[in-house]
């Protein structure tokens, strides 16, 4: 019987039938025997953290939620015994450290070495890794929820605001007001690190300042106020890091969140 696959669901009618002609070879079942040596069907022995990257432009983020319902028709009621599912927000395939255009992306590469250990615990001690990411998916589309204590996973989580909205339109050198709320999921570490980028290089150079508003430095806000002196639309963007462990660069986990500024050279005054 043909597999059921969300992300492909729009493209059939009400009756569930295929809207565009379909090709006899199917490609999916192909690819999965060449990258993984056979078709995954959830039957496996032991304990896996999978992880998810919500912006992936090649393994697509519906695709771990097919495989998580794969090990659920397995292990029904026991699913959460065996598996666990991370999304990382801001994250594309790249498996590197350093991404390709880091003001608008991040790296899941940390959150598998930090996977790495929890499942180390998990099978050798006993410990429970950290939650599930919550998550709804609609035509194909994996939506997290806006705050920490309903998202779990393991990222922080940002909320930043630029004059109080998502965009702000100022003049040359007139100055405007970020303000962030940051949080990790509970249990899931402390924040170490705010830094800004104003002018979408490759480096967040403005070191930011993480007031802290829980005891268990889980919680933070950061506030910034800037101007700029040449006309043009920038995106001023916040990174965040945080960890079970401030020694441990390998597993840090950030997050990013960018606003729109709009600076014109404002009203022209004619001589």
Same mark, same amino acid.
Do not use: C
């Given at each position: 019987p043909l597999e059921y696959y969300e992300g492909f669901e729009i493209f059939k009618d009400k009756?569930?039938?295929?809207?565009?002609?379909?090709?006899?070879?199917?490609?999916?079942? %192909?690819?999965?025997?060449?990258?993984?040596?056979?078709?995954?069907?959830?039957?496996?022995?032991?304990k896996m953290i999978l992880i998810g990257a919500l912006m992936d432009e090649s393994a697509y983020p519906w695709q771990p939620d097919w495989y998580r319902q794969k090990v659920r028709e397995v292990f029904?009621?026991?699913?959460?015994?065996? %598996?666990?599912?991370?999304?990382?927000?801001?994250?594309?395939?790249?498996?590197?450290?350093?991404?390709?255009?880091?003001?608008?992306?991040?790296?899941?590469?940390?959150?598998?070495?930090?996977?790495?250990?929890?499942?180390?615990?998990?099978v050798e001690r006993g410990i429970c890794p950290s939650d599930n990411t919550a998550y709804e998916i609609k035509d194909g589309q994996?939506?997290?929820?806006?705050?920490?204590?309903?998202r779990k996973g393991i990222q922080p989580i940002i909320e930043l605001t630029v004059n109080g909205g998502e965009r702000a339109d100022v003049t040359v050198g007139e100055s405007f007001d970020l303000s962030a709320f940051v949080e990790l999921p509970q249990g899931t570490g402390q924040l170490f690190r705010a830094q800004w980028n104003f002018d979408g290089s490759a480096d967040f150079a403005v070191e930011g300042t993480l007031d802290f508003i829980a005891d268990d430095h889980s919680k933070a806000r950061v506030t910034c106020t800037y101007k700029y002196g040449q006309p043009g639309t920038y995106f001023p963007t916040l990174q965040v890091t945080g960890g079970k462990d401030s020694n441990d660069p390998f597993t840090y986990i950030r997050n990013i969140c960018r606003v729109r500024v709009v600076v014109d050279v404002g009203e022209h005054i004619p001589c």
């Open positions: 009756n569930g039938s295929p809207i565009y002609p379909q090709r006899k070879i199917q490609i999916g079942p %192909l690819m999965a025997y060449g990258g993984a040596g056979s078709v995954q069907s959830g039957h496996f022995r032991g029904g009621d026991n699913e959460s015994e065996h %598996l666990r599912l991370w999304y990382m927000e801001n994250a594309m395939h790249t498996d590197a450290q350093r991404t390709l255009d880091p003001p608008r992306t991040v790296s899941y590469v940390t959150a598998l070495y930090r996977a790495l250990l929890e499942l180390s615990d998990w994996i939506t997290v929820p806006k705050t920490a204590a309903l």
